[in-house]
């Protein structure tokens, strides 16, 4: 069945960890993608990644790291640095090079830090 | 960024037909608008896209102002599952911004039995 598949849905950790998300998917998608989600807002874009071993910044970055090894895999580390870790984390996928195909969407991962 | 503006709530009935409105004034020629939406504690699903001439899917329709800075999504026969967060968004695919969309807070759709 094909999908993305982020885990684990809710994850809690101590103010200054490291925490990493994963994000997993098998629908041969080129580009990969993650947001962050505050209550009652929009989705505000951390890191995309179009091809294997290249990311782009997103708009709030700062305090985030990812990495691209794997087409498959797309995973997003929250540092210490960031100041405000606790929100609802979204990774989605698309189909590179096409005009106008739509994100897929995981399930979430929801990060609360304290 | 072209940004979108929509009401932050509407409300329907069971079986009656809903028109989520966006109004778009900025929007530029290359800009696709795309509409998404969200299930408390679930990822945003995609619902349709259009860019000039309106467009129907299985899900919805998207009707789409001849001037571009306003669509309309239209849900024919609001059903219980419909009830979510909509987002009209743009999506600019030109160059490095390929696969950006911007989302803003949406509607929330109430749908009442």
């Known amino acids: 069945d094909g999908g993305i598949t982020q885990s684990p849905k809710y994850l809690f950790r101590k103010e200054g960890q490291n925490v990493t998300l994963s994000c997993e998917q098998n629908?041969?998608?080129?580009?990969m993608y993650w947001y962050r989600q505050d209550p009652g807002q929009g989705l505000r874009l951390i890191y995309y990644s179009q091809i294997v071993n290249d990311f782009q910044k997103g708009d709030i970055a700062e305090g985030y790291s990812v990495s691209r090894e794997k087409k498959e895999s797309f995973p997003l580390t929250v540092t210490s640095a960031q100041k405000n870790p606790t929100a609802f984390y979204l990774c989605?996928?698309?189909?590179?090079?096409?005009?106008?195909?739509?994100?897929?969407f995981g399930n979430g991962t929801r990060l609360t830090v304290t | 960024d072209a940004k979108t503006t929509q009401p932050n709530s509407m409300e329907s009935n069971e079986e009656e037909p809903v028109h989520l409105p966006c109004n778009h004034s900025?929007?530029?020629?290359?800009?696709?608008i795309h509409w998404y939406r969200q299930l408390p504690s679930q990822g945003p699903e995609y619902v349709i896209h259009?860019?000039?001439s309106n467009v129907n899917n299985r899900m919805a329709s998207l009707a789409i102002a001849e001037d571009r800075k306003s669509s309309t999504l239209i849900l024919h026969r609001a059903t219980l599952r419909d009830a979510a967060v909509y987002y009209c968004i743009l999506r600019d695919v030109r160059g490095s911004t390929l696969g950006r969309l911007y989302f803003g807070r949406g509607t929330q759709l109430t749908v009442w039995p």
């Open positions: 629908l041969n998608h080129d580009a």
């Open positions: 259009g860019l000039t």
């Open positions: 900025t929007i530029s020629g290359t800009d696709y």
């Open positions: 989605a996928t698309r189909v590179a090079g096409t005009r106008d195909s739509p994100l897929h």
